[in-house]
């Protein structure tokens, strides 16, 4: 397991997803209960859009909060926006400051259309983990969506001056001064 898990790994980042599949499953005859394998298994399957196989493997999976945010992206993915809400409820209920957790939570809510409850995740989370400016640009996003621009407007001027050159921050800086009438 030692020296599989670090070949999963590479074979993944190098996106042979095939390959990483067999050194995960290699992995999992010997520990059925391996996390990390489980986890490697189920992201090499998500990343080759086989969403099913991905939540067939999580269903009966040990409790971890990385392999359950697993199980919310493959049933996201799928199209089933309810079953990841659920799960992912589950998961900030025992892990309120899992950040990613909210992040996700709030992704799924911007493709359920329901920015007002995407804008709170995304708050949470970027409480929860100030630096993520990911976190920060969907928060943006969901309160230009809200037009909640005085809300807007101080976060992203702080993403203006982290990344004062990318397109996005620039973009959005002119759409809430636009939308408070600047």
Known sequence: EQILLPLGAAFSELNQQDNAIEVFRAILKENSQSIKAIDGLTK??????????AIAELKNAPPDEVLQLNLAVAYSKNGNTDESLKVLSAIVKQHPSYAQGH???GAVYVQQ???????QEFKEALRLD??????????????????????????IQEYRQRRPHEFDALYFSGVVEKGLGN
Request: proline share 4%; charged share 20%; aromatic share 10%.
């Open 44 to 53: 090499a399957l998500i990343a080759e859009k086989r969403y099913t196989a």
């Open 103 to 105: 992040f996700n939570m």
């Open 113 to 119: 259309n329901r920015f007002g409850e995407a804008a």
């Open 130 to 155: 100030p630096s993520d400016d990911v976190d920060r640009l969907s928060y943006i996003k969901a309160l230009v969506v809200l037009a909640q621009f005085q809300t807007a407007a101080p976060i």
